[in-house]
């Protein structure tokens, strides 16, 4: 399924996650299974790959970050407010496919 993930995007112009595990750079076209990391203090634990259904997430500031189109598998639907970009999905596998 097509989703979008907002991603940090470094000088070097790699992509990084936003939160969690913000040290991994992400590949371009290569599959990827989530991993369970450390719970982060003021972080709700939600394993998977954060993505949204629209490229919206108005809860986030854009600045240092782009939006990636993915392809995610084996997700799960979490609805969240509007404020916050509305469904969200869970997945445990994710492969970027281009900057939006």
């Not at 990827?32 to 003021?42: L, N």
């Not at 954060?50 to 995610?72: D, F, M, Q, Y």
């Amino acid at each position: 399924m097509k989703a979008y993930k907002l991603v940090r995007q470094l000088k070097d112009g790699n992509i990084t996650p936003l939160f969690i595990n913000s040290t991994l750079r992400l590949p371009i076209g290569e599959w990827m299974q989530a991993e369970t990391h450390h719970r982060k203090k003021g972080f709700a634990y939600r394993p998977g790959w954060h993505c949204t259904h629209n490229p919206e997430a108005p809860h986030l500031s854009p600045k240092g970050r782009v939006w990636i189109e993915v392809e995610i598998e084996d997700y799960t639907e979490f609805k969240r407010p509007e404020s916050q970009g509305g469904m969200w999905y869970l997945a445990n596998r994710m492969k970027i496919i281009r900057r939006v």
